[in-house]
Nanobody, 123 residues
Framework: QVQLVESGGGLVQAGGSLRLSCAAS????????MAWFRQAPGKEREFVSA????????RYADSVKGRFTISRDNAKNTVFLQMNGLKPEDTAIYYC????????????????WGQGTQVTVSS
C-alpha cells in the first residue's frame, strides 16, 4: 500500500509563497494520478489540483488557477504544489492524494491520502 507524507506547510503573510511536497512510498508512484485537496476550518474538503501520471496534464480549481502550480518528479516519487500570491482564504490543511485508476478529470474518489500539512496565511 502506498503511503503519502506531506511537508512544506507553515505560516506566511498574504501575497507570499509556499511550496508543498508529498513524498510517496509503496507501489509505483508513476502509475498514480496525484492530487491536492484542502480543508479549511468548518468547511468541507475541496479539490485544489491534480496531475496526470506523466505530468503532462494538470487541472486546477478556479480559486487557485493562475496562482498555484502542481508538478511531479517520478524519479523522486514526489508531487509538489507551488503556491504563489497566497490569500487568507487559502488557509487550510492541505492533503495529498493518489489514485491508480482514472484520469485527472474522471476520478471521483482517491484511495490513498496523506495526513495533511497546515497552511496559514495571515492578512
Amino acid at each position: 500500500q502506498v503511503q503519502l507524507v506531506e511537508s512544506g506547510g507553515g505560516l506566511v503573510q498574504a501575497g507570499g509563497s509556499l511550496r508543498l511536497s508529498c513524498a510517496a512510498s509503496g507501489r509505483t508512484f508513476s502509475s498514480s494520478v496525484m492530487a491536492w485537496f484542502r480543508q479549511a476550518p468548518g468547511k468541507e474538503r475541496e479539490f485544489v489540483s491534480a496531475i496526470s501520471r506523466s505530468g503532462g496534464s494538470t487541472r486546477y480549481a478556479d480559486s487557485v488557477k493562475g496562482r498555484f502550480t502542481i508538478s511531479r518528479d517520478n524519479a523522486k516519487n514526489t508531487v509538489f504544489l507551488q503556491m504563489n500570491g497566497l490569500k487568507p482564504e487559502d488557509t487550510a490543511i492541505y492533503y495529498c492524494a493518489g489514485s491508480p485508476v482514472g484520469t485527472i478529470w474522471s476520478i471521483v474518489e482517491y484511495d490513498v491520502w496523506g495526513q495533511g500539512t497546515q497552511v496559514t496565511v495571515s492578512s
